[in-house]
C-alpha cells in the first residue's frame, strides 16, 4: 500500500512558478513510477507529467518545456516544478503512483487526494 499527499498548490499569476510536492509512504517507494495528473473544472483528468523508477521522464505536449518532474528517493519525493505558468493550468494536480509496466499516460494504482494550483491573467 501507498499513500500519496500533494502539497505546493496556490494562487499565482500568468508567468510565474510554482513547484508541487508528492510525498509518498511505503518502503519500496524507489521501484515505483510516478505520475502527475491535472483536472480542471468541467474537463476531463488529463496527463501531466511522469517520472519512471529509472528517472525516464515523459511530458505531456502543452507542459513540455515549462514543467519539470524530478525524485527524490531517500526523500520518498517526486517534484513538479512548474514555470512560465498559464491560466490554461488552473486545475486540481494529482499524483499516482504504480508498479510493473509503466504507460506513462496509463492507469495507475495509488492516487493522492490532489492539489489545487489556480493561475490568474
Known amino acids: 500500500q501507498v499513500q500519496l499527499v500533494e502539497s505546493g498548490g496556490g494562487l499565482v499569476q500568468a508567468g510565474g512558478s510554482l513547484r508541487l510536492s508528492c510525498a509518498a509512504s511505503g518502503r519500496t517507494f524507489s521501484s515505483y513510477h510516478v505520475g502527475w495528473f491535472r483536472q480542471a473544472p468541467g474537463k476531463e483528468r488529463e496527463f501531466v507529467a511522469a517520472?519512471?523508477?529509472?528517472?525516464?521522464?515523459y511530458y505531456a505536449e502543452v507542459v513540455k518545456g515549462r514543467f519539470t518532474i524530478s525524485r527524490d528517493n531517500a526523500k520518498k519525493m517526486v517534484l513538479l516544478q512548474m514555470n512560465s505558468l498559464k491560466t490554461e493550468d488552473t486545475a486540481d494536480y494529482y499524483c499516482?503512483?504504480?508498479?510493473?509496466?509503466?504507460?506513462?499516460?496509463?492507469?495507475?494504482?495509488?492516487w493522492g487526494q490532489g492539489t489545487p494550483v489556480t493561475v490568474t491573467s
Open positions: 499516482a503512483s504504480k508498479t510493473g509496466f509503466l504507460i506513462p499516460t496509463g492507469e495507475y494504482d495509488y
Open positions: 517520472i519512471s523508477n529509472d528517472n525516464s521522464r
